[in-house]
């Protein structure tokens, strides 16, 4: 069974303070890693996808990078606007064709001017 | 860009009764996927539909069913609703085939279910 877990679970920050969140992961085969952001009340928005071991994607103040066992999500100069709660999801070999996702339970980031 | 349109936004139902929720995907895109959110909790994989076909199950329920229809769209019927289906729904949906394929999957806003 594909697991996920998410650290730290809330993190307050002050604009501008750098900061990472962490996504440890455990799956029978990594076929994709995502980042989605989610706002209250709202769906996930798609920030990245990871698919192996080394690869990093940015966009604007973040940066998402991958090793064999977890992914951390780099958050440079946040601003308040970066405030929501990101969450991590992993594809694995759960079955032929199996395109499911398996989410943390998310960090809750606030930002603070 | 057009994104995933589900409807209701909000719905109250009582308990025993039945709901129905509808998803229509980017597109273009040929695969649909639900999601269940209880509050404070992360997404819950229920069922996903490939070229109208039934393509994976999750945790759903057996007094909940799905199908996706010939205009891709999708429907999500929920009977003998409980307290504890309250929850947000979220549909998602992702371009599987051809040569602009990904598996990265878009979320649409989400359906308030609230059960009395």
């Known amino acids: 069974e594909d697991q996920v877990t998410q650290s730290p679970e809330a993190l307050r920050l002050q604009e501008g303070e750098s900061s990472s969140l962490n996504c440890s992961y455990t799956?029978?085969?990594?076929?994709?890693l995502f980042w989605y952001r989610q706002d209250p009340g709202k769906g996930p928005e798609f920030l990245f996808t990871?698919?192996?071991a080394g690869e990093e994607k940015e966009k604007e103040r973040l940066k998402a990078t991958l090793t064999k066992k977890e992914s951390f999500l780099h958050i440079t100069a946040p601003k308040p606007e970066d405030s929501a709660t990101y969450l991590c999801?992993?594809?694995?070999?759960?079955?032929?064709?199996?395109?499911?996702?398996?989410f943390g339970k998310g960090t809750k980031l606030s930002v603070i001017p | 860009a057009a994104g995933v349109i589900q409807s209701p936004r909000h719905l109250i139902k009582e308990k025993r009764e039945t709901a129905t929720l509808k998803c229509y995907p980017i597109?273009?895109?040929?695969?649909v996927y639900w999601y269940q959110q209880g509050p404070g909790q992360d997404p819950q994989f229920l069922i996903s539909?490939?070229?109208?076909?039934?393509?994976d199950k999750g945790s759903i329920p057996d007094r909940f069913s799905a199908q996706q229809f010939s205009d891709y769209h999708s429907e999500l019927n929920m009977s003998s609703l409980e307290l504890g289906d309250s929850a947000l729904y979220f549909c998602?949906?992702?371009?599987?085939?051809?040569?602009?394929?990904?598996?990265?999957?878009?979320f649409g806003p989400g359906t308030r279910l609230t059960v009395l």
């Open positions: 998602a949906s992702s371009l599987l085939a051809g040569p602009t394929s990904t598996d990265t999957q878009y």
């Open positions: 799956v029978s085969g990594l076929r994709g």
């Open positions: 990871l698919y192996s």
């Open positions: 999801a992993v594809r694995g070999y759960s079955g032929a064709g199996s395109y499911q996702l398996t």
């Open positions: 597109p273009r895109h040929d695969t």
């Open positions: 539909f490939y070229e109208k076909m039934q393509s």
